[in-house]
């Protein structure tokens, strides 16, 4: 009896043993599961380019107080589950430490997929002009660009925090006013075209 006893005893001890190593294997396979679906549906950063920029003649010429820069900025949302909703967005263009001009994006939402083009003609600040016409015409200037904005992902319906969007760039701009051929041979994805790099996506 008392042998029967214990063998009943280490069954269950057995079986209990299975059981849990079964919930834990469970576990396991939903938790990875839970990690391949959160990372195929985590939503990827747009991306901007500045496919054309150019500076009008007129405020290229000897003696010109104001001048202005006319771009193209594309902006890529290549999430196919999500789409984006933009707050305003600030795009600025630098010459040194000096802000030359600036320009404000309204808010607005772009689809899943999608590809917004914005056409910009910004006047510039006549006190930094002067220098910057005087470097194009002796060499070449080179802009610092940056944007900021801030940006919501839709993702079946489900909004997201928002989330911050810090990016620069650099564009050299040659003495005819339009970016230097050198810098476009470097251009990525092999086009004409230059890219900001995000520097910083803080939630």
Known sequence: MAICSSLFVKMCVSENKHFYLCVLEIFALLGLLALVLWLSLRPKSPSYTIVDITIPNSGLENGAQNGSIVYILEIENSNKDSSIFYDTSVLTFYYGQDKVAEKTIPPFHQGRGKTRSELGDMDANPQVWRAVRNSISNATVEFK???????????????????????????????????????????????????????????
């Open 145 to 203: 660009v940056t944007l900021l904005t801030k940006i919501q992902y839709k993702t079946w319906g489900i909004k997201s925090k928002r989330h911050g969007q810090d990016l620069q760039g650099t564009i050299p701009i040659g003495k005819d006013g339009k970016p230097s051929v050198h810098e476009f041979l470097q251009c990525i994805m092999l086009q004409p075209i230059y890219c900001l790099e995000t520097i910083n996506h803080n939630s």
